[in-house]
């Protein structure tokens, strides 16, 4: 099982990125997928996640302003991120569970992509 994430790079105070991951190895129609993002010197915390059906979480301080969206005939979740601010910047990472609700924590996870850089800064 593998997972890759990709569409990380340098954005501007109130710009935008679109994050891909793409998993491979297994079928994930069936299992939800997160991201997680992890800032220099912080702990690794939960972004966004949407469950095998489509049912999507966020972070308070994401809200409004990140989309998670999934095409599983591609095996790929999406994170569309606008409205971007310098605290977004970080390490962004995907992952998926092994089960199709989608959780908040980041041990539920049992599959990570190895993380994409986001930097906001003008």
């Known amino acids: 099982v593998q997972l890759q994430a990709f569409g990380g790079g340098l954005a501007q105070p109130g710009g935008s990125l679109r994050l891909s991951c793409a998993a491979s190895?297994?079928?994930?129609?069936?299992?939800?997928m997160g991201w997680f993002r992890q800032a220099p010197g912080k702990e690794r915390e939960f972004v966004s996640a949407?469950?095998?059906?489509?049912?999507?979480y966020y972070a308070d301080s994401v809200k409004g302003r990140f989309t998670v969206s999934r095409d599983s005939a591609k095996n790929t979740v999406y994170l569309q991120m606008n409205s971007l601010k310098p605290e977004d910047t970080a390490v962004y990472y995907c992952?998926?569970?092994?089960?199709?609700?989608?959780?908040?924590?980041?041990?539920?996870?049992?599959?990570w992509g190895q993380g994409t850089l986001v930097t906001v800064s003008s």
């Open positions: 992952a998926v569970r092994n089960i199709g609700a989608a959780g908040t924590k980041d041990y539920e996870y049992a599959y």
């Open positions: 190895g297994r079928t994930f129609s069936r299992y939800a």
């Open positions: 949407i469950s095998w059906n489509g049912v999507t």
